[in-house]
T-cell receptor, first 111, second 113 residues
């Protein structure tokens, strides 16, 4: 078990471009979460999957954001038409209950 | 309004002393409270979870208390070491079935040799 992995670790993109991030959770974990964290703040919840079903989305998740978890394994988070305000660390976490195991995050910079 | 408050100022202590970090919350009714450690540029690492009906939880040099009347949790690191220097995040877990966490802003701990 290598823990939660995320790719890429860093992404620099121009405003208006689309970006996609990938999260590979711990294999036996059926619950997967996406959070966003900006400097000096705690992580903010974005969305939650139980197996392949997306069961909750935050109001922070505008129409430009979409997430999937096909087959209940890895997950992707896509941001369309990126804006400078999207610059943040995007964190993925998985669990079967109790504490959550976070990945290293993808740092997005929108120029 | 709902708030989770942690000391925004860094806590500086000497090696060997006990570090005590505070988490206060308003207008939440968490089922669980969790503490995480976060190092710069890395994801949070789960440390301890305490349930609403538990007063205290210990794990090695760590101790967490949870007072639902005061709406406060205290996080203690005994015999602190420079390697304990990091940001510590408090997170509330609601009894919604989704186990969503709501995080505080974290407190930075600096342990000097």
């Amino acid at each position: 078990d290598t823990g939660v992995s995320q790719n890429p670790r860093h992404k620099i993109t121009k405003r208006g471009q689309n970006v996609t991030f990938r999260c590979d959770p711990i294999s036996e974990h059926n619950r997967l979460y996406w959070y966003r964290q900006t400097l000096g703040q705690g992580p903010e919840f974005l969305t939650y999957f139980q197996n392949e079903a997306q069961l909750e989305k935050s109001r922070l998740l505008s129409d430009r954001f979409s997430a999937e978890r096909p087959k209940g394994s890895f997950s992707t988070l896509e941001i369309q038409r990126t804006e400078q305000g999207d610059s943040a660390m995007y964190l993925c976490a998985s669990t079967n209950g109790g504490g959550k195991y976070f990945g290293p995050g993808t740092r997005l910079t929108v120029t | 309004s709902q708030k989770i408050e942690q000391n925004s100022e860094a806590l500086n202590i000497q090696e060997g002393k006990t570090a005590t970090l505070t988490c206060n919350y308003t207008n939440y009714s968490p089922a669980y409270l969790q503490w995480y450690r976060q190092d710069p540029g890395r994801g949070p690492v789960f440390l301890l979870l305490i349930r609403e009906n538990e007063k205290e939880k210990r794990k090695e040099r760590l101790k967490v208390t949870f007072d639902t009347t005061l709406k406060q949790s205290l996080f203690h690191i005994t015999a602190s070491q420079p390697a304990d220097s990091a940001t510590y995040l408090c997170a509330l877990e609601m009894n919604t079935g989704f186990q969503k966490l709501v995080f505080g802003t974290g407190t930075r701990l600096l342990v000097s040799p």
